[in-house]
Each structure stands twice: as C-alpha cells, then as structure tokens.
C-alpha cells in the first residue's frame, strides 16, 4: 500500500531520534517543530482529528503526540480519542429568517457558516437552552499555561503533562447569562474525535472566566446540523469526557416515505455494470459527504485521508463508489490523481434535502444487484445476510464461481457494502 507524506516524514523522525525506544525507556520523547520541519511541516505533520488518521508506525507502537507548546510536541502512550455517534434520525426543522439573503442552503459549504446559519436560525440558543447567548471569541489564540493527567495506554496508568501556551482555535463561542459554550464544527463524519480539540479551549477558558464552560461538537453534513454537548467530569482529567446531550436540526422537510422508495424501486430502468470497480463503501453517508468535501477544490488521495477517517485504501475505495454513482471523476493531477464533482454531483448537491435523498436512491437502485436486494428486503421486511448477497452477485454475473480466497473476501466486502447502502436507504424512511 502507498504511504502519505505523513507516513514516510514519521518514519525518518521516529529512526533519526530513536524514538520509539526513548519511549519505552522512559516513556515519552519531545520532538521540537525544528526537527519535524526538516522533513514535514509541523502544521501538516502534527494533524491527526482521528485515531485512523495517525501514521502506520505510530498505531503500531502505540504512540500519540499532543503540542505542549508552539514549538514542542509530546510523543508517548496516551488515550487521545473519544469515540462518537451521530443522532441524525430525530431532526428538528428550523427556518432562515426571511430577510437573510446571504445564507441560503445551497451556500453552507463551511464550518463557519453551517455556525452562523445555526446561530440565525435559534439552533444553538435551543440546543443551550439559553435564549440570551452571542457570538463572542473565535479563531487562533493561546492555551495559557496549565497541566492535566492522561491515561497512559501502556502503563496502564496516568501521567501528569503540562502545556505552556500551545496554539488553539476556537471555531465558535457563544456566551450566555451562566454559561460559555466553545463549538468545535466539522463538516466530516467521523466515528471518533481528538478530544484535545475540545479539552485545550476548555482548559484555557475555565480559570479566565466565572461561567460554566460547556464543550460542543457540531457536524454539519447533507442538510443536517448535529450538536453533542460533553462535560469533562474532573477538569484536570483529559480522559473524563462524557456525553451530556445530542440533537440535530435541519432547515428542510425531511419526509420520505416508503411508497415514494417502492415507486423509484419498481420503475426505474435498470443500467448496465460501469467500468468501474463495484463499490466497497459500507457507510453511506460518508459517500455522500465525500461529494460535500468535493465542493470547492478536487480531491486527492492523501487529503482524503489525512481530512477524513481514511486510509488510503479506503480514500480509493470511497472515491470510486462516488465514481460509480456518476457523481466524481478520476483525474490525472500530474503523477497521481484527484476525484472532483461531475456535473450531476454538482446538481446533486444543490438539490433539496428530499431531492437529494431521491435521487441518490434512484442512483444506487437502478444497479441491478441493488435493486434486487431492496426487493429482497422489503418482501422479507429485512436485509438479506451478505451470504445471500453475494448469492445474488454470482446469478447477476459479478461473482465468479471458483475464485480464489482473496477475491472471495473481496465479494464479501462489496456485499457488505450492498447492506450498508440498503441500511441507508432504511434510515431515511420517516
């Protein structure tokens, strides 16, 4: 498999400065901005928002790496990840006051904005519970100076780390008459999260002020807005997130329903195989919001992956199944390749929240192994197991009889993958 440019900058640091057994004698080794540079920019080489983000070698020896200041970064064995789920069944519809013109639902293309339309339209006041909040502090600042305790994964045991001004950014503070909410926003689903994204602006912020600081993760994708609240449950305990609340919102009417999926399913012409490899995508709402990262600036493999929660193999894996639907190209970019919007994806992202979701069906049922799989699952009111799946690939000539085991495991994987956008379908059904 390809290695990142991240992959192969860790892998000269960790060998130059025999990391990995400074670590083990004395379990953590600081690295300075200086000799990250000389291989990667610190910016670009000190980036991993998820577990799956963070190089081959670092999941290997189980290293994480958290800045200490602007210019000094902590290599050792802490638990830095908070795992997350999305509520977005349950959505509540709200409106853009009449007279905004400068936001609309096809603009949101941002964290900033998705923040300032939630704001506009009383998302974050309900969800506070506080109808007296304003936008205060936002963007890059110092941490100040304080220390937490970590758990240490090999130890078994904590640490105590202290931090002495290290670079944050707040993406969104609103302060009410009690409380001082920091948001951090995302426009990407994630299955986890650096909980150092909410930890430093709650620590930097916690002395400065008398109010309650409540930390915020928002995730703005395919026309809905999820908010979780956590608390940390000991302040000095990095590790003591807990999850306080979720809710979503939506500024659109989302009610599909099943005889408006049965009419699509039974009517719609059914299309010949592409030329492109079947998809192997479980989640599909990442592919969806693949397209969304799309919007603006194609993308390559490694801003797949260094973006998302993505390998490599993955980004390939998810860029073809947003190829296979008609709505991404593949295109040379000098020695490698970017995945960008085709015309259809474009139209597809202006659509309402219900054309959207009709039209992604219409684009995944008119495959045949698909649509017979729907038919399946609505006839036995639920999903075939993959085994049937991949039964009804070998009958519709996607499965070879005989195969070797590798490709075996490859079919498996598409069927598994044949469920998940079935699953998906399911969802949205109100």
């Known amino acids: 498999m390809s290695k990142t440019k991240n992959e192969l900058a860790w892998e000269q640091i960790l060998t130059k400065y025999d990391v990995i057994s400074k670590i083990q004698s004395i379990g953590y080794f600081i690295v300075t901005a200086d000799q990250i540079k000389e291989f990667r920019e610190p910016r670009l080489a000190t980036k991993f928002d998820h577990n799956i983000n963070l190089p081959s070698i670092f999941k290997r020896h189980r290293i994480s790496i958290m800045p200490l200041s602007r210019s000094e970064f902590l290599l050792s064995n802490h638990d830095m990840f908070f795992q997350i789920e999305l509520d977005t069944k349950n959505v509540e519809q709200r409106v853009l006051p009449g007279y905004i013109e400068s936001i609309t639902r096809e603009s949101i293309t941002s964290e900033a904005v998705a923040l300032n339309c939630s704001f506009i339209t009383g998302m974050i006041s309900d969800f506070l519970q506080d109808d007296q909040i304003q936008p205060t502090v936002s963007g890059r600042m110092t941490s100040g100076t304080f220390s937490f305790n970590i758990y240490n994964t090999i130890k078994k045991d904590f640490d105590n780390v202290k931090v002495n001004n290290s670079q944050i950014e707040i993406d969104g503070a609103y302060e ?201 699952t609505l006839n036995n009111a639920k999903v075939p197991t993959k085994e049937d799946i991949v039964e009804i690939m070998q009958t519709n000539g996607l499965y070879k009889v005989g195969s070797k085991n590798e490709e075996a495991s490859t079919f498996d994987r598409r069927a598994s993958s044949i469920r998940g956008w079935i699953e998906w379908i399911l969802s949205i059904i109100e």
């Open 176 to 376: 009410g008459i009690n409380s001082l909410a920091l948001i951090e926003a995302k426009q990407t689903i994630s299955t986890d999260f650096l909980v150092r994204q909410l930890y430093y602006p709650y620590r930097a912020w916690k002395d400065k002020i008398n109010k309650t600081i409540r930390p915020i993760y928002m995730v703005y994708s395919n026309s809905v807005f999820t908010f979780n609240e956590y608390t940390f449950d000991d302040p000095d305990n990095y590790n003591s997130l807990r999850l306080l609340k979720t809710k979503s919102y939506t500024l659109e009417d989302r009610q599909i329903n099943i005889e408006t999926i049965q009419d699509i399913l039974f009517n719609i012409p059914i299309v010949n195989e592409p030329n492109i490899p079947f998809p192997q995508a479980d989640d599909f709402k990442k592919v969806i919001n693949l397209c969304e990262l799309a919007q603006d600036n194609p993308l390559s493999k490694d801003f797949i992956a260094s973006e998302y929660e993505f390998n490599i193999r993955q980004s390939d894996y998810y860029g073809n199944a947003c190829r296979y639907l008609g709505l991404m190209d593949r295109k040379k970019h000098g020695r490698s390749s970017q995945y960008q919007l085709t015309d259809n994806g474009k139209l597809m992202l202006r659509m309402s929240y219900i054309d959207r979701q009709l039209y992604l069906i219409s684009r995944i049922l008119e495959h045949k192994t698909f649509n017979e799989t729907m038919k399946i």
